[in-house]
Each structure stands twice: as structure tokens, then as C-alpha cells.
């Protein structure tokens, strides 16, 4: 796959001061590997959906998974949101997930009416504090549902503003996507349908989610670091007396 990396910044205002983090995506799996690295982290948390069972989801309700919650809400018409492995369609491109289980989205529902509506619904991802980097495959069966994606409320879409998720050398297939937010928190994602379709929101699937949290220290390891503060601070203490008692 070609390489696509790039950065977006994202702008916020601390009290006085002016912090600027720097998004990055990309489309390439090895890029996104080294990109983590240089950050010193590595995916420590996955998700293939595989523990749950297949069946649709409720709109507007939040979804626990491993390391983070998903939801969905209408834009237009009734879409079907749902975790599946065969969605018994006849197309052959969507037959990389149709041995997969995964989350899902888009008109069709492989367990009961087909939804309604041009624009799909859209999709957010809350991940649990100390998300440094995500990743996730992705398959969009038809390259005229567009979406826009959004990282911490900021558009991180490939190309121009617009509708440019997939990137618009994107062929069908199963597809990567990764994110970094330059060691700061990753705190949601969320996939908006920005274009009208030719009348149907075509399946559109994520599987294989990887998370790289930050290092939480072991319980030993506080307890060590407390002990030689409070070590340290006695020393200083006693220090200080004993220049009190000499004076």
C-alpha cells in the first residue's frame, strides 16, 4: 500500500498559554508501527469483536469494548447498526469480512428490514483515558460512501476538506488506518457520512482495533517511588535541623 502520512494540528487554549498537538494519520501499517515506536509505546490493547455475540446494536447507546464504548445515531433515514461475520451479500467485495466478525454499519441488517435513508448514521468511539495511538481495518464496500473523520472533534480526513474518507486512491478491499496524537490522549473518533449515495449507504465495517495506552506503573513500582520521596524529604529534614541546631 502507498505510504500516506500526514499531520493535522489541533490548537488549545490552557489558561494564559497556547498548546499545540500534532494528529497523525495514516494508511500504512509499517509507518504507523514506527510511529508508536518512536513514541515509545506499543498496542497493548485489542478488540476483534470476537467474545460478542452477532446481532444489531440500539442507536444512541453506548457499546462497551475492550478499551473503549461505540454508539450510533441516525442522520438521515434508519440505518442498521450491528456486529457481524456474514452479511450474505453478493458481492465480492465485501467477502474480506464476511469471515470476519466485526462492527458494522449501512443500510442493509442481516437480522431483520433492510434500513432507509441516503446518508449513514454516524459512528463515535470513546476510548478510555491514556489512549496514546489506534488503529483499526476498515472496509467500505462502495467507494461512493464517503466519510469524514474526526479525532478529538478535529476533521483528519485524507486529502481536501470534504468527504475524503477513504482516501481517494483507495480500491475496495480490507484497509488500514492509524492515529497518533504525538503522546497526547486520543479521546474519541467518530466516522460522519458526508456525501449522499447513489440512494443506498452501502456496508461499512471496522475489525481488528489495536490501542496503545500509556505505561501505567506497577503497584511495586509507586510504592518504591513513595518510598524514596519520603526518604528524600527526611534527609532534607534532617539536614535542615541539624544546621538549625549548629547555628
Partial sequence: MTKKFRSFLITASLAAAVVVQAVSTTDNQSSFSSEIASLGLSTNISEAFTTYSAGSLSKETDYSFNGFTASA?????????YIANDLNI???????????QHLGWGEINPFGPNGTGRRGPTI????????KAVSFDFLDTDKIDRYQ???????????????AFPPASWSRGVSFFGVT????DINQV?????????????PFGIDNVQIANAAVPEPTTIVFLI??????????????????EEA
Fill in 73 to 81: 445515531v441516525d442522520t438521515s433515514g434508519d440505518m442498521n447498526f
Fill in 90 to 100: 453478493d458481492s465480492p467485495f465485501y467477502a474480506p469480512f464476511s469471515s470476519s
Fill in 124 to 131: 463515535t468511539l470513546d476510548f478510555a483515558p491514556g489512549t
Fill in 149 to 163: 473523520i474526526y479525532v478529538n472533534g478535529a476533521n483528519v480526513s485524507f486529502g481536501s476538506a470534504g468527504d
Fill in 181 to 184: 496524537n504525538n503522546g497526547a
Fill in 190 to 202: 467518530q466516522f460522519v457520512h458526508g456525501r449522499l449515495s447513489d440512494g443506498f449507504v452501502s
Fill in 227 to 244: 518510598g524514596c520521596i519520603a526518604l528524600a524529604i527526611g534527609i532534607h529534614q534532617r539536614r535542615r535541623n541539624i544546621g538549625v
